[in-house]
């Protein structure tokens, strides 16, 4: 395993790797700074989040020899459910959690698992990639917490090659329904916390010429989805 670690400071990194970031994503930075070290004690092994991980990359069916992104990949939780083989560039816009990432891939390696894995600060919204430069995306946890999720998955699937696949893991709004007003308050307080429980994968996907390849349901009442997402011209 091949790992390379890119890990600017916050102030580097909105000159370089993250260049001119909002209010929001600044504050993102800011409480995931602050969340990075007890991120895991608090997601690592919940039942949901480790099923719909796995799932996710069951249905994109990454193989041997293909570049991934991981984008907004928070510790790097996904590493150790990819195949040996693959090649991986993580990246989160929080160089605490890039600094986790780049260890728990330090592990595998000595664990014995054959991944290829550069880690590096970058904005889901700017990614520093040139177009078509990816075999496949891993967006798990994301579209519901970065700030813009229209440049994110837009951004993802400028990087995509033709014939590539977005893993998708989230929490969901039913494409069409409008949220109750219990969930509409809960999600005042959850997006100062966290997250957007209110966002519609299929206005997303839209958004970025994208199509749903296969879906399931993952877990909450179908509050959680996964996803196999290819571009619609394929």
């Known amino acids: 395993m091949h790992l390379v670690a890119d890990v600017r400071t916050p102030d580097d990194a909105f000159t370089t790797g ?7 994503t600044w504050w993102n930075r800011v409480r995931y700074t602050a969340y990075a070290p007890a991120y895991d004690l608090a997601v690592a092994h919940l039942p949901l989040f480790q099923r719909g991980r ?4 069951t249905l994109a069916d990454f193989r041997r020899g293909e570049r991934v992104l991981m984008v907004a990949g928070g510790t790097g939780l996904d590493l150790a459910h990819l195949p040996d083989g693959i ?3 993580a990246t989160d816009v929080t160089p605490a959690m890039v600094t986790r ?3 728990r891939a330090q592990a595998l390696r000595e664990a014995g698992r054959d991944l290829q894995v550069r880690t590096q600060v970058m904005d889901a919204a700017r990614l520093t990639l040139p177009d078509e430069s ?3 995306v891993i967006l798990h946890l994301a579209l519901a917490v970065v700030p813009d999720p229209v440049a994110a998955i837009r951004e993802a699937a400028r990087v995509l090659r033709p014939g590539g696949r977005i893993a998708v893991f989230d929490k969901f709004l039913p494409d069409g329904e409008r949220p109750s007003l219990r969930r509409r308050i809960a999600a005042v307080v959850m997006r100062l916390v966290a997250t957007d429980l209110n966002r519609q994968l299929g206005p997303l996907l839209k958004a970025a010429g994208l199509r749903v390849v296969a879906s399931e349901a993952i877990g909450l009442g179908g509050m959680f989805v996964v996803a196999r997402v290819e571009s619609r011209n394929r």
């Open 54 to 57: 796995r799932r996710s990359l």
């Open 134 to 136: 990816v075999d496949g």
């Open 87 to 89: 090649d991986v560039i």
């Open 101 to 103: 990432m780049a260890m």
């Open 18 to 24: 993250v260049r001119s970031v909002s209010l929001s």
